[in-house]
Every structure is written in C-alpha cells, then in structure tokens.
C-alpha cells in the first residue's frame, strides 16, 4: 500500500511544484512567503476539515511532539521557495531531490529499516533518473538563457547562497522524513491524523506570522485573486502531504526515494500543460526512474 501512496504523494507534489514555479515572480521578494501564506491558509483549512467531518478530537500537545519535524519541513520548503526566484539556481536540483536517497540511508543506520538488494537497486534507479533530469534541465536551461542573452547576477550562480540553499534543503527535508519514521513508527508519540493535523495547524501559524510581516510590517499588498498559481499549488501540496504522511509511517526507507522523485511528474506535467517539449535525454532520465518505480512497485504487490 505504500507504493500507491508514494505516488499519488509524488504526482500532488510535482503539480505543487509546477503550479509555484508559474505563481512565482523572480521580481517579487517577497515571493516566497506569499506561497507559505497560501500553503499554510489550505492546510489549515484541511486540518479543520478533518477534525470536522471525522469527529475527531485533537490534542494540542501533538503540536509540541510533532513540532522538530514540522519545523524541518516549513523551513525546508521555505528555502525553497525562496529558491525559485531564482532560476539560475535549477542547479541545485540534483542536490535537492537526492533527499530521499539521504533520508532513506538515515532510517537505514539509525532505525534499523531495511530492504532487499534488488530494492536497493531499483531505488538506485530511480535516485539516478531524478539527478539525470536535474543535470540536463540544467544544460538546457543555460542554453537557452544564452540564447536570450539574458544575464544573472553572479552572487545567485556561484556564491555561498547558492550552495547553500541545496545543501540546507536536502539535509533540512531529509532530516523530516527521517523524523516522521522516529515519531510515528518507532516511538509512536502520534499517529498519522496527529502528525497530520498537528503540521497543517502548524503551518497555518507559520502563516498568520507572514501574512502580518508582509502587509503590516512590510505594507505590501495581498489579493487573493492575485495568487490563484500559489493556490493551486497549496492545494497540491496538500493533498500530497495527505498522502505523504501515511506512506512514509508503512515505509519510511523506500517511501522517501519514491516521492523524491516528484520533480520527473513536474517535468511530464510542464510537457502536458504547459507544452513545454522534453528533449531525448529528459525522457532518458524520466525511463531510467521508471524503471525503478515499476521494480518497487512490482515487489510491494508482492
């Protein structure tokens, strides 16, 4: 079952990562908190949902137990949002998505999580498909950048801020997922609605905090109608995390490769909608991580 959930979770997110990618205006700098702003509004409004049609009871106090992982996720997902204003950045995209490849290695070592030899290659797969796509978007990007003679300012391609926005991502979501196997499966200091409801109510404070900076401390302005690209994409984030979190409390080791991999649904999903053409070296790296998807799916019908 924690195959279905990993990619359903992987196709949300990688509409969640098309949607902000078209929601985000590298002038604005203050882009990325009016994504955390619609990401946290819908997940509240989810959160409150399920507590509504489930009749279900919430206890604060799951706020607290969950809080380290809610906070290396809101974190993590804010540094990327900062990180797309700036498309030179893309090449902190093998970086990123190998999160799952670290997270997977983390549950490894310290919860004693494991998996067959062929299952650690079909992860290998599909871990090399996503950092094969992440190498040639990148060519590609620069191509076409030269192509247009447009010029990016040298601090965002080679500067410490470069390097470091991928290293504290991939190590700040990686350190999540790892912290959502400890806290649901190994200690079980909540169960899956907690955590979930815990996070979404969580990011919904996150949010009220930078709605209050941005239009009364920064006296900008915020219209909904403005944001419909982010809202979207907060609703696909969201539903992913749905998913998410009952997929990695089954199988935390194999799960998280798996979902990494969201950034190939982006890429086929920018191919449908957006009729951006791939080039054969993108549907390589795409069938390259199929491959591993369909050997790890074939293994957990199994």
């Known amino acids: 079952m924690w195959f279905l959930l990993a990619l359903i979770t992987a196709l949300f997110w990688g509409g969640s990562d098309l949607f902000s990618k078209m929601g ?6 203050y882009s990325h908190l009016r994504m955390l702003i619609m990401v946290g509004t819908v997940m509240g409004i989810h959160a409150t949902a399920m507590l509504l ?28 949002y900062i990180g797309l204003r700036y498309l030179e950045l893309s090449v902190s995209s093998p970086v990123c ?44 990007e620069n191509k076409a950048r030269r192509f247009r003679r447009e010029v990016i300012e040298e601090k965002y391609r080679v500067s410490a801020l470069a390097v470091a926005i991928p290293v504290f991502y991939c190590i700040l979501d990686a350190l999540g997922t790892f912290g959502d196997a ?7 200091l909540v169960s899956e609605e907690e955590a979930e409801i815990a996070y979404e109510y969580t990011f919904l404070l996150c949010a009220v905090a930078a709605f209050c900076f941005l239009v009364v401390v920064k006296k ?48 086929v999903l920018s191919r449908v909608f957006l009729r951006e ?26």
């Open 53 to 80: 049609l489930n009749h279900e009871t919430f206890d604060p106090r799951s706020m607290v137990r969950y809080l380290p992982v809610s906070a290396f996720y809101i974190v993590s997902m804010a540094i990327g």
């Open 24 to 29: 985000t205006d590298p002038r604005d700098k």
């Open 277 to 302: 053409k791939l080039t054969w070296r993108q549907y390589g790296a795409i069938a390259v991580s199929v491959c591993g998807i369909v050997i790890l799916g074939f293994f957990d019908a199994g």
């Open 220 to 267: 900008q302005k915020f219209r909904l109608w403005d944001e419909r690209e982010k809202g979207l994409g907060a609703l696909c984030e969201t539903a992913g995390q749905f998913f998410y979190v009952y997929a990695i409390s089954e199988n935390a080791i194999m799960a998280a490769p798996l979902i990494s991999s969201y950034c190939l649904f982006s890429v």
């Open 97 to 140: 998505n190998s999160s799952g490849a670290l997270a997977a290695l983390l549950c490894f070592l310290f919860l004693g999580q494991t998996m067959t030899w062929v299952q650690f290659a079909a992860v290998a797969l599909v871990m090399l498909g996503v950092v094969l796509l992440s190498v040639f978007d990148l060519k590609d």
């Open 182 to 188: 400890l806290v649901m499966d190994t200690l079980e």
